[in-house]
């Protein structure tokens, strides 16, 4: 078993650095016997009632991915089964920022939260866990249809604008996934936890584009439905990991909704079940709502709305030039002409340029660590752009490297300076490096004093696009954002290492095969010091009817655990679905 991500998968391979620092190592060894019998009995009930409503062949799919129903997966094993499709997979902890699990998609990578859920919250977990991500998202990665809109939504994704009550937002349903997987968590501080997610959700203010966009990733991704409003199949992760929620999704009382961009209008709640899904007649309709969506976005609409957005979100954000150039940083001003059009553009703080996402030589966030202004538009008396001059044009015009030059924009911006350089890249010009530049606007106003040294003068007829995040994110980032927040790691009493060895014992026997007699000791062993258990019994009861050994025993747990669902009706459903499956077991060539 791999005790560290396989790189050697061209997908993860081909990560950026910015991304790599979330991987964690799966750490294999670290999953209990328990674990795999939570698993198991997912896995096993998933496919008993999947097979009918999951809109892919459940167990296909699973193999595609590297999965089975017996064990947890081991990330070499995923690896090597999803490379044959394109994608990869890496393990992180719990819940990482929304932007970055989108960047993942778009490189066709699966983030999959190393751990694993409890058993007492085995139908259904608001953190992310092995079963969700890889049992929910890995099997239905094999169809071309549903894995291009993913890749495609991580694109989009990773260029949407977000605020800090984003951010805010995330570190508190993080911390609240995080207590609520905590085996002695105290319910008052669950409570205190589930009080502020639902303050940030009801204190947002206006939606960011990333909020917006997470609203069609819920509904499609996690919790989608395909087909017709009156036969639809399951295709989102969400319900295809929750035994609970997977059946009752089906009733008449979820409503059935057709999926449009009006899906952008519902919120959703991680801690609850959803009170209505949306039917997908198809997933090319799903790309078709995605680019409805996308073409309302700064990335695509640029300009001043653009700008605007990047100034409220007060995160690092990349304005792109029609040349081509991209400057990075925090936008803090712009102004704009009669036409509504950008006219001068200014950060403050650490700026980068960059054309193509690859960071211009000279021009790192450490140059520009005071910030960054420059016009845009076009020369004044010139049709053409600046960023399309000839050499040709830009002699007419007097602007060549060693002369004194005045250059005065349609906005009035007046550019006075010895020209040094021009930088051209991909046929445009895109910068110009002025010495001893005065620059003012159209009322005389100082933009720029030659005492501030050498002046960088992007060229540019308009601001074509604005998204969120640096254009080189390695060059730009040290260390993206992430939470300090861990995940809980539980340190196991003697009790519960005791029962792990008698998990331990009846999977043992289940894939080795010998003597049942054991099973009556183990079974005394759970009655004298784990009474609360029932899925450890469960599993002993598999094998003792499925062998028809020991029949007294068989009647005895059968017995005690028919008395603890009408006891204890928190598992009434959990113990009698384990008993219909061993009355209608998996085929076994489909677990192994």
Known sequence: MSDFNDFNNPQVAALPRHLKQF???????????????????????????????????????????????????????????????????????????????????????????ADIRQLKHIEYTPAPDIIHESAGHA?????????????????IGAKAMFSAQDFELYEAIRALSILKEMPDADPEEIKKADELVTWHQDNMGEPSEMALLS?????????????????????GAGLLSSIGESASCMMDEVKKLPYTIDAVKYSYDITKTQPQLFVTPTFQNLIDVLEQFADTMSFRRGGAYGLQKAIDSKNTCTAVYSSGLQVSGTFTEYKAGENGEPTFIKTTGETALAIGNKQLKGHSKSYHKDGFSSPVGKLKGYEKPLEDFTSDDLKIAGIETGNEISLTLESGVTVLGKLDEIIIENGKIILFKVEKCTVSDEKGRVLFDPSWGVYDMAVGEKITSVFCGAADKDAFLEIAYKSNTGTHHADYDHNTKELHKLYQQVRNRRHAGGDLGFLGNVWMMLQKFHHDDWLCALEILELLDHEEAEPALAAEIR???????????????????????????VEEKLIV
């Open 215 to 235: 609203r069609l990733h819920w509904w499609t991704v996690e919790y989608g439905l395909i087909g017709t409003l009156d036969n639809p199949k399951i295709y």
């Open 139 to 155: 099997p239905i990665i094999a169809d071309k249809d549903y894995h291009e809109y993913l890749s495609y939504f991580g694109s």
């Open 23 to 113: 991987i964690v190592s799966q750490h294999y060894e670290h999953y209990t016997p328990v674990d795999h019998a939570v698993w198991r009995y997912v896995m096993r009930q998933n496919y008993s009632y999947l097979k009918d409503v999951a809109y892919y062949p459940y167990i296909p799919g699973l193999q595609k991915a590297g999965l089975t129903i017996e064990k947890i997966p081991d990330l070499q094993d995923m690896n090597n089964a999803l490379a044959k499709i394109g994608w990869g997979a890496v393990t992180v902890d719990g819940f990482i920022p929304p932007a970055a699990f989108m960047e993942y998609q778009a490189y066709r990578v699966l983030v999959i939260a």
């Open 559 to 585: 017995q005690f655990l028919e008395q603890k669902a009408i006891n204890e009706p928190e598992y009434k459903k959990l113990i009698s679905d384990g008993l219909y499956l061993i009355k209608h077991p």
